[in-house]
């Protein structure tokens, strides 16, 4: 039950995409389908942003995108707004029925 | 609206015991695996446990097994978290969230917070 691996932080301009990757294993990314990723402002609870490997809840803006290849999930977001300044944790469905949270990345909106 | 309200943190000796609570509304409690999610000052999230409809099915994270127990109660609402024997590295903001394989609604989390 290692944590994913992501990393600790990323940056970009308003406007611009940017893309947060997350490795895990054959034991939880790469064996199953259910990746899901998710916002967290600071103080704030996290917010589920993508679930099922590339679906996006009611209310969730089309700009985030996910796909995954191998062991390996990314989250893209595209047209890049300051309200998306936060951290994001990827999240994935493991073996024994468990699941496993990336170490977080933090977004900066420069 | 849907709300989750997380209850009973708060300051525990190490090798205490304490009981944290998720109260649930405005969602079909009964209809859905539920799980506690934690997170410890300044750090990631961590999953910790999660918990069939119906209760029959419970999974913990290897750290918190043989000392957690998560349980429900459905004619309440409510989710719990029966936590002994716990250490230092158990500090954290603990979340009740929704779901399965993914986490759709939140709750604002409960400080758990172990020293002497």
């Known amino acids: 039950q290692s944590a994913l691996t992501q990393p600790a932080s990323v940056s970009g301009s308003p406007g611009q995409s940017i893309t947060i990757s997350c490795t895990g294993t054959?034991?939880?990314?790469?064996?199953?389908?259910?990746v899901s990723w998710y916002q967290q402002h600071p103080g704030k609870a996290p917010k589920l942003m993508i679930y099922?490997?590339?679906k996006r809840p009611s209310g969730v803006s089309n700009r985030f995108s996910a796909s995954k290849s191998g062991n390996t999930a990314s989250l893209t977001i595209s047209g890049l707004q300051a309200e998306d300044e936060a951290d994001y944790y990827c999240?994935?469905?493991?073996?024994?029925?468990?699941?496993?949270f990336g170490g977080g990345t933090k977004l900066t909106v420069l | 609206e849907v709300q989750l309200v997380e209850s009973g943190g708060g300051l525990v000796q190490p090798g205490g015991s304490l009981r944290v609570s998720c109260a649930v509304s405005?969602?079909?409690?009964?209809?859905?695996?539920m799980s506690w999610v934690r997170q410890a000052p300044g750090k990631g999230l961590e999953w910790v446990a999660k918990?069939?409809?119906?209760?029959?099915?419970?999974y913990y994270v290897d750290s918190v097994k043989g000392r957690f127990t998560i349980s429900r109660d459905n004619a309440k609402n409510s989710l719990y978290l029966q936590m002994n024997s716990l250490r230092a590295e158990d500090t954290a903001v603990y979340y009740c969230?929704?779901?399965?394989?993914?986490?759709?609604?939140w709750g604002q989390g409960t400080l758990v917070t172990v020293s002497s």
């Open positions: 054959n034991s939880d990314i790469g064996g199953y389908y259910f």
């Open positions: 099922e490997g590339n």
């Open positions: 969230a929704t779901g399965q394989y993914s986490h759709g609604y």
């Open positions: 918990i069939k409809e119906d209760g029959t099915e419970k």
């Open positions: 405005e969602f079909t409690f009964s209809s859905h695996w």
């Open positions: 999240c994935s469905f493991a073996s024994s029925n468990t699941l496993v």
